[in-house]
């Protein structure tokens, strides 16, 4: 095992230190990260693998809908004014799915956020996952920190030329990837790449291509940090989150305070010591340049990357891990009050271990049943209550529907034989990519009859049309009633749809309106 005084101490300063609290538009002071290692970093590069493999390869799935509808999983048809999700099939009315999505996804960012701090913006984030892809290709051409550093204080030379041009230059593909990736979610993916590359598409994709990658490239090559800490809005919110047993990251300075690189000449003369070694390594692999040992700051995103950090340095020197950690506010004041003797004195960890030098009895330990509390339950009622009712409103909709609009001019025409004819425009929708025999027939109104434009049958009172496959299907339909048959100005009837196939069906109560004199 180490001592402290063989921990290497990094020469890494806060971009906003507690020392000294810098204005709020001082010039961007670069921040240099480190390469962190540890299992906060392996799940880091698995939710950036697993986030950017579903950015990029989803729409290059294929789903088959059958000869009538594209085979592409996931499309935003905007033409045709649909939302293909794999089995599902949203038309513009159902919008009110995605909005009771982005509910979802509201709630369950209050919910993570209640529980487990910003989980979110540490892990899967797209700012976040953006820059850790960046900061990748920065060190694979530039190398870590000190070399980085050594690099940006240099003077220009070819080499430093070469390297920075490679950087930009990977950074710009995969920026254009990522526009790129944006617009084939709107149209079909291998036909509209050829187009890409040869130069047909349209003009809008090469200009939302062209946003996209400036975008990308600005907020996770040159802005970085400055995004989530001037630019989100929810390191403000957050706060309304939180209480007291959620968790986040926490430097425990009931425990590493007093800190010191000096253990053995400070403990000789009689004064405590903490287990903080002061070798800033949480600080130099912060990816937002700050010292979490200043306490909760708005510019932390609970990367947890400086828990691995410090963990390592603990394991070197032979101590528990933990000196930074994942924490609640409560777990931290009732330990504090230990190391401080109720309050009664400085911190003094010594408070907090036995003789032996383990932990005292009185330590509070995190459990997982701290975060299950009515707070979380609400939100997760919340969430679930929003999601079963979309299940059931999916599972349940119809996919056959009729919509009739009565003719405005002239409300009602009186034909030469002294009978009431009324006109309507009736919309039959067919939901779904398959061609359909539909059945109109008229309910109620006595003696009338119907008659369809463009329908060469003899007036009716039910007739079949065709319609095609996830299409609307317009009709002008005529309603006609003798003069002996109407029974006052204004009468209720039903236009009743139905596919014969599927037992599908539809209705809709239309009006028929007649002058006063033909009561």
């Known amino acids: 095992m180490l001592d402290n005084t063989q921990i290497e101490r990094l020469e890494a300063e806060a971009v906003n230190s507690a020392k000294v609290r810098q204005p709020l538009y001082a010039p961007r002071k670069k921040i240099f990260p480190k390469r962190a290692s540890g299992s906060f970093r392996r799940f880091k590069w698995l939710v950036m693998a697993i986030t950017l493999g579903i950015y990029y390869l989803t729409p290059w799935l294929r789903w088959d809908r059958g000869p009538f509808a594209p085979d592409q999983a996931v499309l935003i048809d905007l033409a045709n004014r649909r939302f293909y999700f794999f089995f599902i099939e949203i038309w513009p ?14 709630i369950g960012l209050f919910l993570i956020t209640s529980t487990v701090g910003r989980a979110w913006c540490g892990y899967t984030c797209p700012q976040t996952v953006w820059v850790d892809l960046f900061l990748v290709v920065e060190r694979a051409i530039e190398g870590d920190r000190n070399a980085r550093m050594k690099l940006d204080a240099g003077p220009w030379t070819a080499r430093k030329l070469v390297l920075r041009g490679s950087k930009h230059a990977i950074w710009l593909a995969i920026a254009s990837a990522t526009g790129g990736a944006w617009i084939f979610y709107f149209a079909d993916a291998p036909m509209l790449i050829g187009e890409v590359f040869v130069g047909t598409a349209a003009p809008v994709a090469y200009i939302t291509i062209g946003v996209l990658t400036a975008t990308t490239y600005t907020f996770g090559g040159l802005m970085r940090e400055q995004v989530c800490t001037y630019m989100c809005p929810w390191p403000r919110i957050q706060a309304a989150m939180l209480d007291e047993n959620s968790l986040t990251v926490t430097y425990n300075d009931w425990r590493g305070e007093p800190r010191s690189r000096h253990a053995k000449k400070v403990q000789a003369a009689g004064q405590p010591v903490g287990d903080c070694v002061d070798c800033n390594a949480c600080v130099a692999v912060c990816p937002m340049g700050i010292d979490i040992r200043d306490g909760q700051q708005l510019e932390c995103i609970t990367c947890a990357l400086c828990i691995d950090a410090c963990d390592s340095v603990m394991d070197k020197l032979g101590k528990e891990r933990g000196l930074i950690s994942y924490a609640t506010l409560s777990d931290y004041n009732a330990n504090m009050a230990v190391a401080t003797a109720g309050g009664s004195c400085s911190v003094n960890p010594s408070l907090v271990r036995t003789d032996g030098g383990a932990f005292s009895d009185r330590f509070a330990h995190f459990h997982i049943r701290k975060i299950f509390r009515p707070r979380t339950f609400i939100y997760m009622g919340a969430w679930s209550a929003v999601g079963i009712a979309l299940l059931y409103s999916l599972l349940t909709r119809d996919r056959l529907e009729v919509n009739v609009l009565h003719d405005r ?40 009859e119907m008659s369809v434009v463009g329908i060469d049958l ?39 749809v139905e596919d014969k196939a599927s037992f599908e069906t539809d209705e809709y109560t239309a009006t028929f309106n007649a002058p006063e004199i033909a009561r």
């Open 93 to 106: 009315q159902e919008f009110f799915y995605v909005a009771g999505l982005l509910v979802m996804a509201g």
């Open 409 to 448: 001019n002239p409300q009602f025409v009186t034909l030469s034989d002294g009978s009431i004819r009324n006109g309507y425009s009736v919309k039959l929708l067919n939901m779904i990519p398959e061609p359909r025999t539909i059945v109109v027939t008229m309910q109620g109104l006595r003696g009338a």
């Open 458 to 496: 003899p007036a009716d009172r039910s007739f079949a049309v065709a319609v095609e496959p996830d299409r609307l299907k317009m009709l002008k339909v005529f309603v006609r009633q003798p003069a002996d048959q109407v029974g006052s100005a204004t009468q209720t009837f039903k236009f009743l």
